[in-house]
Each structure stands twice: as structure tokens, then as C-alpha cells.
């Protein structure tokens, strides 16, 4: 079965640096998302990409968060500056249809991403 | 945020007994609203859904409720198998939107 896969499985990084955290999306999918779920909490929502735009945001997404789909099948996540409190684990996810549409979003194992 | 709400943290059920998770939600915009299932170190899992329109939808052993006039929507696992044994959260999603809202999550344990 299709699958959307994320590496790294574990990043560590000290504040004030920069990340990428990077997908694959299951390939006949068009819509594209990032989550996150700090420890503790619930799973939030990020941003969704659909047609090479951002489609929909949260308000966590600020001008630090940034996603790019650089080539035909890599889907990603960059935060400029990091902060300690972007530890956490970051899902990024896809579904075949997207807004306004009933299609499932399937996920994938998550990025760890540890701030220090 | 509290607009989806699983208000049982954790529910322990016996091997081939009946399964019954618990969401609730308040925001009236939601129409689409899926069950996941979420081992550790794994991403969630899908496992069925249900539009508005619908008040119920099964798929093998998981059947879902949803009941609009009381914004509150369950899942059935029968019979339950220890393999079960995971977080399983409920999340919505508003008509016309991109983005699922998430409850907490109920850690379910099937007991052998």
C-alpha cells in the first residue's frame, strides 16, 4: 500500500537554526499538509498546499514556517529560525482531493524535531 | 481549542468485547469527520470516516455513529482484538476547509 514517507525520523538542532523536514507524498495525491503535535498536546494543524500554493494556514504558520514542493514528488517543511518551542513531532500528510471534499488524509511516521 | 473534545483519556475493554470511543464537538460547520488510529513512533492511521449527510458508516469490525442534534459522534470496534490496543483520536473538518481539527485522543487497551 502507498505510503507517505518523512525524513529525517529525529532532528536535532540548536535555536535560532534553520530546518528542513522533508516528504514524500503517496504519488497521485494533490493536496499536501504539515501538522504537528507538541508533547502532551492534540495534533494541530499547519498549513495545506494544493496546485504549487499554499491553500490553507493556521495561525502558527507565521513568517518563520515556509513549504516548497521543490521537483515533482518531495513536499516540504522549512522553519527559518527555530525556536524551543517548535520541539515537536511534525506529520506531514496528503490526501487525493483536498477542500471541500470527503477524502482522507493519510500520514506519514512523523519528524522529531528537538530544539535546544 | 476545544472544538472536538474526547473526554475519556484512556478506555480498557476486554479481548472480543465491544469497543465504544466517545467524541464530541461544537463547532455546527464541521461535515466530515474521521476516526484515526495512532501507534507510538508511527503517524496516525486512518480508519474510517463519515460525512454529515450519513449517521452511520461501517467497514468490518469499526462502524461509526454520528448524531448532528447532539454534535457527538462514536466508534464501534466488535469485536476488539489486543492488536487494537492504540490512541485513537476523532477529528472534523468544516465544509468547504482543508484542515482537520483534532481531539486529544483515547488510549484504547484491549486485554487479552
Known amino acids: 500500500e502507498p505510503e507517505v514517507t518523512q525524513t529525517p525520523s529525529h532532528q536535532v538542532t540548536q535555536m535560532g537554526q534553520e530546518v528542513i523536514l522533508r516528504c514524500v507524498p503517496i504519488?497521485?495525491?494533490?493536496?499536501f499538509y504539515w501538522y504537528r503535535q507538541i508533547l502532551g498536546q492534540k495534533v494541530e494543524f499547519l498549513v495545506s498546499f494544493y496546485n504549487n500554493e499554499i491553500s490553507e494556514k493556521s495561525e502558527i504558520f507565521d513568517d518563520q514556517f515556509s513549504v516548497e514542493r521543490p521537483d515533482g514528488s518531495n513536499f516540504t517543511l522549512k522553519i527559518r529560525s527555530t525556536k524551543l518551542e517548535d520541539s515537536a513531532m511534525y506529520f506531514c500528510a496528503s490526501s487525493e482531493i483536498g477542500r471541500g471534499f470527503n477524502s482522507p488524509l493519510h500520514f506519514g511516521n512523523g519528524t522529531r524535531l528537538t530544539v535546544t | 481549542d476545544q472544538q472536538v473534545k474526547q473526554n475519556s483519556p484512556s478506555l480498557s475493554v476486554q479481548e472480543g468485547r465491544i469497543s465504544i470511543l466517545n467524541c464530541d464537538y461544537t463547532n455546527s460547520m464541521f461535515d466530515y469527520f474521521l476516526w484515526y488510529k495512532k501507534y507510538p513512533a508511527e503517524g496516525p492511521t486512518f480508519l474510517i470516516s463519515?460525512?454529515?449527510?450519513?449517521d452511520k458508516n461501517e467497514d468490518g469490525r469499526f462502524t461509526v455513529f454520528l448524531n448532528k442534534s447532539a454534535k457527538h459522534l462514536s466508534l464501534h470496534i466488535v469485536p476488539s482484538q489486543p492488536g487494537d490496543s492504540a490512541v485513537y483520536f476523532c477529528a472534523a473538518r468544516e465544509t468547504s476547509g482543508s484542515r482537520l481539527t483534532f481531539g486529544e485522543g483515547t488510549q484504547l487497551t484491549v486485554n487479552p
Open positions: 504519488s497521485n495525491h494533490l493536496y
Open positions: 463519515i460525512s454529515s449527510i450519513k
